[in-house]
């Protein structure tokens, strides 16, 4: 090569470069406003137009919400020429990582989306504003009007790791909020012969004395129902099957209503779908959650500085209980009163005294074996006398919840063999992948989250609707003995609904400039305005009560035509397990050992209760209360 | 007077080159120093702190206590298994390619067609060719398992099974990387001395012994460098495993020492304790690459 044109190629490099060094030399005078004591914004005078970068991901739907509302925004006269939000989308797939490290190297932008996995580490890591003084002050965005049990799961304290509490401090608020139900197949339903009625739980007398219509609209002799159709989600009467989306199935009904869509789907010529499932769901909570067991439960302790450590009772094999609905009066149990329909927790039910509050110079393998403890007298009594009915433990929940998946030949644990009705979770693919099972017509059943609901909307094969999660439910039969005013399929023991909802925080980032301009627009999105947008487009529920109410959410004239099954869902369910403590790393080596060799029936539940891998979570739990 | 005149303009030229040669190095120095350097010196620091996220802020000095957390975690050691296991497919690579190389040398036609064919996958995007092997490997719509239901066998969940998952893994390491070692030694085996060949002809020697003792030696230097690379290579494994299974494969079998050391510092925002993995890697990786430098005396020859 030439010398000169090496020299000049040389040259332009260094000068190509230079110039990186004396990025953001130039003056800056926007920002500085404040919010004041009426949680009003206030411009700082003088002050130049601040640029808010505002980072987004997802669909297109949701995309095209944003665009609308940071449009909106940025028209409004007061914004104009003092704040601007420049969305920026990024690929979905990717979004958790770039954003992890963007806050690490302090290159974040002013707001963002933060998944429910990483909002307590982010914010425990300092990266996310604290943003307490401005909820409080604020006259649009009410906690009070809003979802109890969403808003306040961003209620974080990053000192106890405990969310809700009176000590925490909001350093998001949610986006949205995605309760989880059962889609289903309807057109798969009536092809298996399953007539679908809606009638609430409280409506079945009227119902029964066909006095009232359900919400399709028909009367019980109208669909030429002859018995009384009693609280269950699917039932035969005279021959014939039916399938209430209001009221929750239980755990046998689920499979029930699975193994026959799933054989009218394999067999029917019409359908053909040769690797179809009846029912799919990739999530334990709601079996544990409806008999009160837990994955980690939290034990009071005077050997730890922060007053309790963490059992990891996934595989707790103690029997739940639950306080009859014929009580009257609240039960007291452990110096604690719970009312009827209220289980009582673990710590209650459990005689801790055993070791005192503190834990065995063994460490784990104290606690590991939940039959060390042992279920209180107090329990034991208030259950003779009938106040207490006794539930499942969380090991039978769990165990339960295995078997969906777990193939006919392969025993899960003790006995008990695979049900076969859902597809593993690794077939799946994913989030995508379930949904395209799903809209292609490969499930007859899904759970999942109401942020589907846009998609779902395009299908066209098809009818879909959506109904409760199960819950865990017995009924009385001919063989009991039937207490004053109940028949046979009445319900005898009945667990609580249970489940969860996924939900995305809107933050801020701590090294921003413009933190009251970037709390302007959340204020806005989380609005009425910004939440009828979302609510309209269908991929979430609006965060104010009153608002998810209305027609703008449920919107009659489309699909899903059973939306007061998410109201529902979204007043009782809770975050995931992932949301439990600051991190997941509790759970990464039990969940693939339990995903891998239990799913495929290569290890039994009892096998996995002995694991490394499971034996291992107890020691990780004690690094979450160690050094507070 | 003409002679310092030239050597003025020597010196002059001299400068001006050395001034270019600078510039040119400069840059890719730099990006070595801000990419390479910095972060190693970095992770020594952080591998003796407990450090949250990644700012030194807080930061305390906690000696060997990130390596003994490491060295003390059951899943540090399973990753150091896995990552061994999958390592198989450099061996199976050097062998397939070396077979491969071997018949390209014969007389047949379409010779460079084949050597393409065999390249391709070694450019191909690692993501793009993991994709199109998980779907080939899909438990309910994969190829593999379609054939198998043809012939009335029982399917296999291939990428959800631990049994299964890392000899996949090896399978796709193998499809991908065999073709750079049959240009490389395609390339070598041209090389040898024909005459070579010719004089153990005349000793009698088969092809199955003339292939043993003279091919074999004369491209050992070749098969030296592609063990070194692929060891190396293989003992970085992380993408692969990681676009299959995100959370770390069936049983943990996808959990490769890059892949323990990324969720740690990038999932878990422990950089103490990876910094500390990252430096245990490296050591190891040393510790192979300076035993096979001792052992390649005794099996590669230089002649």
Redesign the interface.
């Known amino acids: 090569m030439n010398k000169k044109l090496k020299a000049i190629i040389s040259c332009l490099a260094c000068v190509c470069i230079a110039p990186m060094s004396l990025i953001a030399c130039g003056p800056d005078n926007s920002g500085g406003g404040t919010i004041d004591e009426e949680g009003n914004y206030k411009p700082r005078p003088g002050a130049s137009e601040a640029d808010v970068k505002f980072w987004i991901s997802g669909d297109d739907t949701e995309i095209a919400v944003f665009k609308t509302l940071v449009d909106d925004f940025n028209a409004l006269p007061e914004n104009k020429g003092v704040i601007k939000i420049s969305m920026i989308q990024r690929p979905s797939d990717s979004y958790d990582t770039v954003l992890g490290q963007s806050l690490a190297s302090g290159t974040a932008p002013d707001i963002f989306y933060v998944g429910d996995s990483g909002y307590k580490d982010y914010a425990e890591l300092g990266y996310l504003y604290d943003i307490t003084d401005y909820v409080a002050r604020s006259k649009i965005y009410k906690v009070e009007d809003m979802w109890d049990n969403v808003v306040t799961r961003y209620k974080y304290d990053v000192n106890t790791y405990l969310s809700g509490t009176d000590s925490g401090r909001y350093y998001g608020v949610p986006k949205d909020i995605g309760p989880t139900v059962v889609y289903y197949n309807e057109t798969y339903f009536k092809g298996a012969g399953i007539e679908i009625i809606s009638v609430a739980a409280d409506q079945l007398d009227e119902f029964n004395a066909g006095t009232l219509k359900d919400d399709r609209g028909k009367t019980k002799s109208e669909y030429g129902i002859s018995g009384n159709v009693k609280e269950k989600g699917y039932f035969e009467i005279g021959g014939k099957w039916y399938f209430n989306n209001q009221v929750p199935m239980s755990w046998d009904e689920t499979v029930a209503c699975a193994k026959k869509v799933q054989s009218y789907m394999r067999t029917d010529s019409s359908v053909n779908k040769s690797s179809g499932y009846g029912y799919f769901t990739e999530w334990w909570f709601n079996y544990g959650w409806s008999v009160g067991g837990n994955c980690i439960q939290q034990i009071p302790s005077d050997q730890y500085d922060c007053g309790y450590y963490y059992d990891f009772t996934l595989m707790d094999g103690t029997p739940n209980y639950i306080v009859a609905d014929d009580v009257q009066e609240p039960v007291t149990v452990n110096k604690v009163k719970y009312n009827a329909g209220e289980i009582i927790e673990y710590k209650d039910k459990l005689d801790m005294s055993i070791y005192n509050g503190k834990k065995a110079a063994d460490g784990a393998a104290m606690y590991k074996n939940s039959a060390n403890y042992r279920i209180t007298d107090e329990v034991k009594t208030l259950a003779a006398e009938g106040k207490l009915n006794q539930l499942p433990s969380q090991r039978d929940a769990f165990t339960e919840f295995v078997r969906l998946g777990s193939k006919q030949k392969d025993e899960v644990d003790n006995g008990l063999y695979g049900h076969e009705v859902t597809p593993l979770p690794t077939d799946i693919d994913g989030d995508a992948g379930k949904v395209n099972e799903f809209q292609y017509g490969n499930l007859g059943m899904l759970v999942d989250g109401r942020w589907n609901v846009t998609k779902f909307r395009e299908i066209t094969k098809f009818e879909w609707d959506v109904a409760p999660l199960p819950m865990y439910k017995t009924y009385y039969t001919a063989a009991d003995t039937l207490p004053d005013g109940k028949e046979v399929g009445d319900i005898k023991v009945h667990g609580v609904e249970a489940g969860h909802s996924g939900s995305v925080a809107l933050c801020i980032g701590s090294k921003t400039k413009y933190a009251p301009e970037a709390w302007k627009f959340i204020e806005y999105c989380a609005g009425e305005r910004g939440q009828s947008l979302q609510a309209e487009a269908g991929f979430a529920i609006p965060l104010q009560k009153d608002l998810a109410n209305k027609d703008v959410f449920l919107q009659p004239d489309k699909s899903p035509k059973n939306s007061k099954v998410f109201i529902r869902a979204t007043e009782y369910e809770q975050a995931g397990d992932w949301w439990m403590l600051k991190d997941k790393k509790w759970i990464d080596e039990w969940a693939n050992l339990l995903n891998g060799s239990v799913r495929n029936g290569d290890l039994t539940l009892s096998e996995f209760f002995n694991s490394d891998e499971y034996s291992k979570t107890f020691g990780l739990l004690d690094k979450y209360t160690a050094n507070r | 007077m003409y002679l310092d005149k030239v050597q003025a303009k020597k010196k002059k030229h001299a400068d001006?080159?050395g001034?270019?040669g600078f510039?040119?190095a400069?840059?890719p120095v730099?990006g070595f120093c801000l990419f390479g350097l910095i972060p190693m010196i970095l992770a020594i620091g952080m591998a003796f702190m407990n450090i949250?996220?990644?700012?030194f802020e807080g930061a305390t000095f906690v000696g060997f206590g990130n390596f003994k957390d490491v060295l003390n975690d059951?899943?540090f050691w399973k990753s150091i298994g896995n990552t061994l296991y999958m390592s198989v497919s450099a061996f199976i690579n050097i062998v397939l390619a070396l077979i491969v190389a071997f018949l390209l040398t014969k007389k047949i036609k379409g010779k460079k067609i084949f050597r393409t064919i065999y390249f391709i996958p070694y450019v191909c995007s690692v993501v793009a060719v993991t994709l199109m092997w998980m779907w080939i490997f899909?438990?309910?719509?994969g190829a593999v398992n379609m054939l198998i239901r043809h012939f009335g066998g029982e399917p296999v969940?291939w990428?959800?099974?631990?049994k299964w998952f890392i000899p996949i893994l090896i399978l796709m390491g193998v499809w991908s990387g065999t073709g750079y070692g049959i240009i490389l030694y395609g390339a070598a085996l041209t090389n040898v001395n024909s005459s070579l060949y010719e004089a153990a002809k005349v000793d009698g020697a088969n092809s199955f012994k003339s292939f043993m003792h003279i091919t074999v030696p004369a491209i050992s230097p070749t098969t030296f460098y592609l063990l070194i690379t692929g060891i190396i290579g293989a003992l970085q494994e992380f993408a692969r495993p990681q676009i299959i299974?995100a959370?770390?494969?069936?049983?943990?079998?996808g959990v490769t020492v890059v892949f323990y050391l990324y969720?740690r510092a990038?999932?878990?925002?422990e950089m103490g304790p990876a910094s500390a993995t990252a430096w245990l890697l490296a050591i190891f990786i040393l510790i192979l690459t300076v035993i096979n430098f001792a052992v390649s005396k005794l099996w590669v020859n230089y002649d």
């Open positions: 001006r080159e001034l270019t510039c040119l400069f840059i730099l949250r996220g990644y700012s059951s899943l899909n438990n309910r719509y969940n990428l959800n099974d631990s299974s959370t770390g494969g069936p049983d943990n079998t969720r990038f999932e878990y925002f």
